[in-house]
């Protein structure tokens, strides 16, 4: 026990319900030890216990059962308490729950100063945390004129200042664009590797999981699975029997296996996968191709209704914020851009570029500070009129939808919307159980409060709620952050759902490159508050010097097909998805015969 700074010994927790309910039981004796030094990450679906168990750590929740020991500090002791949350800081997941102050600079130096850290401490402690997280520039700004992402790197500033021995991430990188995350965990790496902190991390990015020393996966309020990454990934079947899903490369490797191949499955990494793959590919292929994959050319359109009409026009417009104070920030500048009528619409942008900005100018909830905004050929800020129609043909969803949960029952947050438009009693009924059938609600459930639903469940009644109204234009700004990949998954069926029965178009806001590749007609990229690029997903990554420039990313499969072009290997690299990969893979392995 000497070297263990983390003991959770066979604890368990029942969530606090209304009388006459059973308990919810989110631990069921846990027993986990982490040792001084260590980086550890831990994984598991949404309701698997990982929250709860990080809130254990510096005493947010005391055990129902067993004991939880700090530095061999006792969490339940309370003459501890300051000692242990000093020793142990926690990052969450959404930074509005952690950020207290009204300027930036103010928020991270509020640990400290009630610490009782001295001023010139506290100076230097800011400076070199905001820079760590790279908000220096933003330190004079007001938390709530930042973006999500910004936000996020504020709060893990906040918790750096107070120097901790142990750091416990909960989802830090949920909202943080590819650039942000890997800012974030260059930092974890440094802290973990240069200055000997413990850290503890909690996400659903297998990518950030592949870098720890060691991976614990929990489900239904237990250890499912424990040891290094290499150990764990490569259970391919029983990563997904838990509801998570493998690196993109090991998925490769398992479903090459699955055809046939023996390969090892220990492609932690673009390059180890890259390793294993050239050997694979040994002889096949003597110089890089630099043509478009032919299973992309040869791919069908995955929207098949766009009829060449628009949904949506946006010409040409600016938005201000703060105009004319010292606050005045320009977040989209003389933006321009179509959505035609049935088609999915990707749009992705760094952190700040001014994507959630743009997205609530599309139903009137901003108004241009100059240029036009046109549904269905109407300019909807031409009368209030307009703009109130203009909410009911473009419905919005955002970035945590359960947030937009208020009405007593989910028949009732459903129906809010329908109720609003005028229509009738048997109308809005019908819109109402249609569209708790589109996200997979029982009908069993629209009595019951939204309230009591598990986080996922939310998510869905939220979305619910938006396709009640039936809108022309589904416009979704992140509504998968902090899910799962079944989750995940389970979102993106409801809006592919929605749309084929519909055939409404969907404007898709996300910063995961994996998903903007695979339900995408065409992308949208904007950086510094304008249009970067768009085009078809292979047009759009094949520009991957540009994207990563700009704060962006490019798919996990994408990179491994440059890298192997980088070695000499004739694959195209404008290949997104793991099933174009295996068959380019087999097909250059086979002589050309897939």
Same mark, same amino acid.
């Given at each position: ?435 708790? +059938? ?5 009908? +069993? ?150």
């Amino acid at each position: 026990m000497e070297n263990t700074v983390i003991f959770a010994d066979n604890i368990s927790y029942s969530y606090p319900v209304e009388e006459g309910k059973s308990p919810v039981l989110a631990l069921d004796g846990v027993t986990i030890k982490i040792n001084r030094g260590e980086f550890v990450a831990v994984l598991g679906h949404n309701g698997s216990g990982k929250s709860t168990f990080a809130k254990h750590l510096n005493a947010i929740l005391l055990p129902s059962g067993g004991t939880v020991y700090i530095d061999n500090m006792d969490t339940r002791d309370e003459s501890l308490l300051l000692a242990i949350r000093s020793r142990c800081g926690m990052v969450f997941q959404n930074p509005d729950n952690q950020i207290v102050a009204t300027v930036v600079e103010e928020d991270v130096a509020f640990a400290p100063e009630n610490m009782g850290v001295p001023p010139e401490e506290i100076r230097r402690r800011v400076d070199r945390c905001l820079d760590i997280v790279g908000m220096s520039q933003y330190k004079k700004h007001a938390p709530h004129l930042l973006s999500g992402g910004q936000k996020q790197r504020v709060a893990i500033a906040g918790v750096l200042a107070m120097e901790p021995s142990i750091l416990v991430m909960d989802e830090p990188t949920a909202m943080l664009d590819p650039s942000g995350r890997r800012e974030v965990m260059s930092t974890i790496l440094e802290l973990n590797k240069q200055r000997d902190m413990t850290v503890v991390l909690i996400t659903h990015h297998m990518d950030e999981a592949a870098m720890a020393q060691r991976v614990i996966v929990m489900h239904e309020g237990e250890v499912a699975l424990e040891g290094t990454p290499r150990e764990v990934f490569s259970q391919v079947e029983r990563i997904r029997g838990l509801s998570l899903l493998p690196p993109q490369t090991v998925d490769i490797l398992f479903r090459l296996n699955k055809r046939g191949y023996s390969l090892p499955l220990d492609g932690m990494t673009v390059e180890e996968c890259a390793d294993t793959l050239e050997e694979f590919l040994k002889g096949r292929g003597s110089e890089a191709s630099s043509g478009q994959s032919p299973s992309a050319q040869e791919r069908p359109q995955k929207n098949q209704r766009f009829c060449g009409e628009n949904i949506l026009k946006v010409d040409n417009i600016s938005h201000i914020y703060s105009a004319g104070t010292p606050f005045e920030k320009r977040a989209i500048d003389g933006v321009g851009l179509t959505v035609g009528k049935g088609e999915f619409v990707g749009l992705i942008g760094h952190t700040g570029s001014g994507k959630s900005t743009l997205v609530q100018h599309f139903n009137g909830l901003l108004s241009p500070t100059s240029g036009h905004v046109y549904v269905d050929g109407v300019d909807i800020n031409s009368s209030p009129q307009e703009a109130r129609k203009a909410r009911f043909k473009v419905g919005l969803v955002f970035q945590y939808p359960e947030y937009q949960l208020f009405e007593e029952t989910i028949y009732r947050d459903i129906a809010f919307g329908p109720k609003n438009m005028g229509l009738d009693e048997d109308e809005i009924d019908r819109r109402v159980k249609r569209a708790a +059938s589109q996200v997979g609600l029982e009908e +069993s459930l629209l009595e019951a409060s939204p309230f009591d639903l598990s986080g996922g469940q939310k998510r869905r009644a939220a979305l619910a709620g938006v396709f009640a109204m039936e809108p022309e234009l589904l416009v979704l700004d992140e509504p998968m952050a902090g899910l799962d990949p079944v989750g995940r998954e389970e979102i993106i069926s409801c809006i592919e759902s929605y749309r084929r029965e519909t055939g409404s178009s969907v404007l898709f806001v996300t910063h995961s490159m994996e998903d903007a590749a695979r339900i995408s007609d065409r992308l949208i990229v904007l950086s510094g508050g304008k249009v970067l690029t768009e085009g078809a997903p292979e047009e759009v990554f094949s520009r991957s010097g540009e994207l990563l420039e700009n704060g962006l990313d490019i798919p996990m499969v994408t990179r491994l097909f440059i890298e192997l072009n980088r070695r000499g290997i004739a694959l195209p690299p404008s290949v997104y998805t793991t099933e174009q990969a295996v068959e380019e893979i087999i097909k250059l392995r086979e002589g050309g015969h897939a």
